[in-house]
Protein backbone atom coordinates (compact mmCIF):
# COMPACT_ATOMS: atom_id res chain seq x y z
CA UNK A 1 0.00 0.00 0.00
CA UNK A 2 1.59 3.06 -1.46
CA UNK A 3 -0.97 5.71 -0.38
CA UNK A 4 -2.59 8.15 -2.78
CA UNK A 5 -0.78 9.10 -5.67
CA UNK A 6 -1.09 12.86 -7.28
CA UNK A 7 0.38 13.59 -10.19
CA UNK A 8 1.36 16.37 -11.04
CA UNK A 9 2.54 18.12 -7.42
CA UNK A 10 2.89 21.47 -8.98
CA UNK A 11 1.70 22.79 -12.04
CA UNK A 12 1.74 26.59 -13.48
CA UNK A 13 -0.15 27.58 -16.39
CA UNK A 14 -1.35 30.41 -17.88
CA UNK A 15 -4.55 31.76 -17.95
CA UNK A 16 -6.61 29.78 -20.78
CA UNK A 17 -5.30 26.95 -21.09
CA UNK A 18 -6.09 23.58 -19.91
CA UNK A 19 -5.05 21.57 -17.28
CA UNK A 20 -5.18 17.44 -16.17
CA UNK A 21 -4.91 16.03 -13.02
CA UNK A 22 -4.02 12.60 -12.49
CA UNK A 23 -4.62 10.46 -8.62
CA UNK A 24 -3.70 6.82 -8.17
CA UNK A 25 -6.23 5.86 -4.99
CA UNK A 26 -5.29 2.91 -2.68
CA UNK A 27 -6.13 -0.13 -4.33
CA UNK A 28 -8.47 -1.43 -2.05
CA UNK A 29 -10.87 1.68 -1.91
CA UNK A 30 -13.76 2.02 -3.69
CA UNK A 31 -14.51 5.82 -3.29
CA UNK A 32 -12.45 8.59 -4.87
CA UNK A 33 -13.06 12.28 -4.02
CA UNK A 34 -11.43 15.54 -5.49
CA UNK A 35 -10.99 18.29 -3.13
CA UNK A 36 -10.01 21.84 -3.40
CA UNK A 37 -7.99 23.82 -0.86
CA UNK A 38 -6.87 27.50 -0.59
CA UNK A 39 -5.46 29.55 1.69
CA UNK A 40 -6.41 29.56 5.24
CA UNK A 41 -9.42 27.31 4.35
CA UNK A 42 -10.12 23.80 4.87
CA UNK A 43 -10.74 21.11 1.93
CA UNK A 44 -13.88 21.64 -0.21
CA UNK A 45 -15.78 19.18 -1.80
CA UNK A 46 -15.87 19.35 -5.65
CA UNK A 47 -16.99 15.60 -6.44
CA UNK A 48 -16.66 12.35 -5.78
CA UNK A 49 -16.78 8.59 -7.47
CA UNK A 50 -17.96 5.45 -6.05
CA UNK A 51 -15.86 2.81 -8.30
CA UNK A 52 -16.39 4.57 -11.76
CA UNK A 53 -19.76 6.21 -11.11
CA UNK A 54 -19.50 9.36 -10.38
CA UNK A 55 -22.47 10.34 -7.53
CA UNK A 56 -21.80 13.64 -6.63
CA UNK A 57 -21.03 16.86 -7.84
CA UNK A 58 -20.05 20.28 -5.63
CA UNK A 59 -22.00 23.17 -7.41
CA UNK A 60 -18.83 24.72 -6.94
CA UNK A 61 -17.67 22.53 -10.44
CA UNK A 62 -18.01 24.65 -12.81
CA UNK A 63 -18.79 23.31 -16.33
CA UNK A 64 -15.06 23.78 -16.99
CA UNK A 65 -14.44 20.60 -14.72
CA UNK A 66 -14.70 17.21 -15.52
CA UNK A 67 -13.79 14.21 -14.07
CA UNK A 68 -13.23 11.01 -15.11
CA UNK A 69 -12.74 7.69 -13.17
CA UNK A 70 -12.40 4.97 -15.90
CA UNK A 71 -12.66 1.40 -14.78
CA UNK A 72 -12.84 2.40 -11.37
CA UNK A 73 -9.19 2.94 -10.80
CA UNK A 74 -7.30 6.02 -11.31
CA UNK A 75 -8.84 9.12 -11.91
CA UNK A 76 -8.47 12.97 -13.91
CA UNK A 77 -9.88 15.97 -12.92
CA UNK A 78 -9.70 18.39 -15.93
CA UNK A 79 -9.81 22.09 -15.66
CA UNK A 80 -10.42 23.69 -18.95
CA UNK A 81 -9.91 27.55 -19.86
CA UNK A 82 -8.90 27.98 -16.56
CA UNK A 83 -8.64 31.14 -14.85
CA UNK A 84 -6.48 33.27 -12.35
CA UNK A 85 -9.74 31.90 -9.45
CA UNK A 86 -8.53 28.25 -10.16
CA UNK A 87 -5.41 28.60 -8.44
CA UNK A 88 -5.42 26.43 -5.55
CA UNK A 89 -4.31 23.50 -3.83
CA UNK A 90 -6.27 20.33 -5.70
CA UNK A 91 -6.61 17.16 -3.32
CA UNK A 92 -7.45 13.89 -3.81
CA UNK A 93 -8.63 11.02 -1.12
CA UNK A 94 -9.97 7.57 -1.28
CA UNK A 95 -11.93 5.25 1.39
CA UNK A 96 -13.48 1.87 1.30
CA UNK A 97 -17.21 2.39 1.68
CA UNK A 98 -20.36 0.34 1.10
CA UNK A 99 -23.38 2.85 2.33
CA UNK A 100 -24.33 6.18 0.74
CA UNK A 101 -22.81 7.97 4.22
CA UNK A 102 -19.20 8.72 4.58
CA UNK A 103 -18.63 6.61 7.76
CA UNK A 104 -14.96 6.08 6.79
CA UNK A 105 -11.74 8.29 6.85
CA UNK A 106 -10.51 9.36 3.92
CA UNK A 107 -6.91 8.78 3.12
CA UNK A 108 -5.36 12.05 1.22
CA UNK A 109 -2.65 12.34 -1.42
CA UNK A 110 -0.15 15.22 -0.93
CA UNK A 111 -2.31 17.29 -3.54
CA UNK A 112 -1.74 19.23 -6.93
CA UNK A 113 -0.76 22.78 -6.41
CA UNK A 114 -2.43 24.73 -9.62
CA UNK A 115 -1.02 28.06 -10.11
CA UNK A 116 -2.79 30.21 -13.53
CA UNK A 117 -0.75 32.97 -14.05
CA UNK B 1 -22.05 27.65 4.14
CA UNK B 2 -19.54 27.09 6.78
CA UNK B 3 -21.20 24.03 8.66
CA UNK B 4 -18.00 23.08 10.09
CA UNK B 5 -16.26 26.29 12.30
CA UNK B 6 -13.31 26.23 14.03
CA UNK B 7 -12.74 29.66 15.66
CA UNK B 8 -9.30 29.59 16.58
CA UNK B 9 -6.57 30.40 13.83
CA UNK B 10 -4.01 29.34 15.83
CA UNK B 11 -2.73 27.95 19.05
CA UNK B 12 0.38 28.02 21.06
CA UNK B 13 1.33 25.25 24.01
CA UNK B 14 4.78 24.51 25.72
CA UNK B 15 5.64 20.85 25.17
CA UNK B 16 4.73 17.94 27.55
CA UNK B 17 1.33 20.35 28.33
CA UNK B 18 -1.93 19.89 27.10
CA UNK B 19 -3.53 20.86 23.71
CA UNK B 20 -6.94 21.60 23.38
CA UNK B 21 -8.08 22.31 19.24
CA UNK B 22 -11.94 23.24 19.58
CA UNK B 23 -14.61 22.79 16.38
CA UNK B 24 -18.36 23.33 16.13
CA UNK B 25 -20.48 22.49 13.54
CA UNK B 26 -24.38 23.35 12.76
CA UNK B 27 -26.27 20.38 11.18
CA UNK B 28 -27.40 18.22 13.31
CA UNK B 29 -27.66 15.87 10.65
CA UNK B 30 -23.97 14.82 11.05
CA UNK B 31 -23.05 11.91 12.50
CA UNK B 32 -19.25 10.90 12.35
CA UNK B 33 -16.08 13.04 13.20
CA UNK B 34 -12.84 13.43 12.46
CA UNK B 35 -9.64 15.35 13.25
CA UNK B 36 -6.98 15.42 10.60
CA UNK B 37 -3.39 16.76 10.65
CA UNK B 38 -1.66 18.31 7.78
CA UNK B 39 1.88 19.28 7.94
CA UNK B 40 3.43 21.72 4.92
CA UNK B 41 3.70 19.90 1.65
CA UNK B 42 1.64 16.76 2.39
CA UNK B 43 -2.18 16.16 1.91
CA UNK B 44 -4.34 16.26 5.28
CA UNK B 45 -3.45 12.86 7.14
CA UNK B 46 -6.48 11.07 9.79
CA UNK B 47 -5.67 10.95 12.99
CA UNK B 48 -8.96 10.23 14.93
CA UNK B 49 -12.50 9.86 14.65
CA UNK B 50 -15.93 9.65 16.78
CA UNK B 51 -18.98 8.67 15.65
CA UNK B 52 -22.50 10.61 16.94
CA UNK B 53 -23.24 7.43 19.43
CA UNK B 54 -20.62 8.19 21.79
CA UNK B 55 -18.56 11.51 23.67
CA UNK B 56 -15.15 10.22 23.73
CA UNK B 57 -12.71 8.22 21.78
CA UNK B 58 -9.25 8.33 22.71
CA UNK B 59 -6.24 6.38 21.13
CA UNK B 60 -2.63 7.19 22.62
CA UNK B 61 -2.31 11.23 23.41
CA UNK B 62 -5.17 11.83 21.46
CA UNK B 63 -8.97 12.09 22.56
CA UNK B 64 -11.95 13.37 21.20
CA UNK B 65 -14.60 14.70 22.86
CA UNK B 66 -18.46 14.71 21.37
CA UNK B 67 -20.55 17.16 22.70
CA UNK B 68 -23.90 16.68 20.61
CA UNK B 69 -26.22 18.90 22.66
CA UNK B 70 -23.77 21.78 21.79
CA UNK B 71 -23.05 20.30 18.74
CA UNK B 72 -19.15 20.92 19.71
CA UNK B 73 -15.81 18.88 19.61
CA UNK B 74 -12.70 18.85 21.01
CA UNK B 75 -9.15 17.06 20.23
CA UNK B 76 -7.28 16.82 23.45
CA UNK B 77 -3.11 15.63 23.24
CA UNK B 78 -1.38 15.28 26.16
CA UNK B 79 1.64 15.84 26.67
CA UNK B 80 1.98 17.55 23.82
CA UNK B 81 5.33 17.40 21.55
CA UNK B 82 7.21 19.37 19.38
CA UNK B 83 6.18 16.89 16.39
CA UNK B 84 2.85 17.50 17.26
CA UNK B 85 2.97 21.11 15.25
CA UNK B 86 1.13 21.04 12.69
CA UNK B 87 -2.15 22.49 11.26
CA UNK B 88 -5.30 20.12 12.51
CA UNK B 89 -8.87 20.27 10.58
CA UNK B 90 -11.67 18.68 12.42
CA UNK B 91 -14.63 17.33 9.84
CA UNK B 92 -17.80 15.99 9.95
CA UNK B 93 -19.79 14.07 7.71
CA UNK B 94 -23.25 12.81 6.97
CA UNK B 95 -24.34 12.55 3.25
CA UNK B 96 -21.07 14.53 2.27
CA UNK B 97 -17.55 15.66 4.72
CA UNK B 98 -17.09 19.26 5.55
CA UNK B 99 -14.20 20.60 6.99
CA UNK B 100 -13.43 23.52 9.55
CA UNK B 101 -10.76 26.20 8.36
CA UNK B 102 -7.98 24.76 10.52
CA UNK B 103 -5.91 25.67 13.53
CA UNK B 104 -2.43 26.04 13.67
CA UNK B 105 -0.72 24.09 16.56
CA UNK B 106 2.38 25.49 17.49
CA UNK B 107 4.38 23.30 20.28
CA UNK B 108 7.47 25.17 21.82
CA UNK B 109 10.09 22.92 23.44
Known amino acids: DTGVSQDPRHKITKRGQNVTFRCDPISEHNRLYWYRQTLGQGPEFLTYFQNEAQLEKSRLLSDRFSAERPKGSFSTLEIQRTEQGDSAMYLC???????????????FGNGTRLTVT | DQQVKQNSPSLSVQEGRISILNCDYT??????FLWYKKYPAEGPTFLIS?????DKNEDGRFTVFLNKSAKHLSLHIVPSQPGDSAVYFC????????FGAGTRLTVKP
Open chain 2, 91 to 98: AASGDDMR
Open chain 1, 93 to 107: ASSWGRSSSYNSPLH
Open chain 2, 50 to 54: ISSIK
Open chain 2, 27 to 32: NSMFDY
